[in-house]
Structure formats: C-alpha cells, structure tokens
C-alpha cells in the first residue's frame, strides 16, 4: 500500500505542475492590460509604471510565473477585481 501511494503522489506531482502553467498561461493569454484597466481614465505613465512595479510585471515570464505558484502555494490568490478586498479573504 505504501509503494502505491507513493507512485500515485509521484504522478500527482508532474500533473499538477503541468496544470499551473496551463492555468498561468491562459491568465496571459487574456486579450487587455490589466494595468491600463487599474490605472483609469488618465493613463499617467508614471502611475502604469508604478502599477507594473507593484505588480511585477516588468519581470520576466519565467519570473512571474514563479512568483504567481508561490503565492497559489501560499494561498495567497491575489487582487480580487472588486475594490480595495482580496480573493479568499
């Protein structure tokens, strides 16, 4: 029973890695900004630089994808689009 378990969670682990990047990718892959969507009406270049800083945004994909499953990891599922509250709070 232990020689069962343990192949079934050494699959599990692959599976799961390959489903949060196929997850994370369809997040990208999502038409729009979502930073030109926060920043509002007057689109300062400033406040979309400080949003992508925030966010971390500028870094790169391999970069923010190991940033996004720490956080999943954590649970900590990010900004919710209603203002000012967080998912799973």
């Known amino acids: ?28 892959l999502l038409p729009g900004d979502p930073i030109l969507a926060m920043a509002g009406e007057e689109r300062d270049p400033a406040t979309i ?3 992508r800083e925030k966010y971390r ?4 994909m391999p970069i923010q994808y190991i940033n996004w499953l720490g956080g999943v990891v954590t649970g900590d599922f990010g900004i ?9 709070s």
Not at 6 to 27: D, E, H
Not at 80 to 88: G, H, I, K, Q, V
């Open 57 to 60: 945004l500028n870094d790169p």
């Open 1 to 28: 029973m232990p020689v069962y378990i343990g192949k079934r969670l050494l699959v599990a682990i692959p599976t799961l890695l390959i489903i949060s990047i196929f997850v994370f990718s369809l997040q990208k």
């Open 49 to 51: 630089e400080f949003l």
């Open 80 to 88: 919710s689009s209603a203002p000012t509250s967080r998912c799973w």
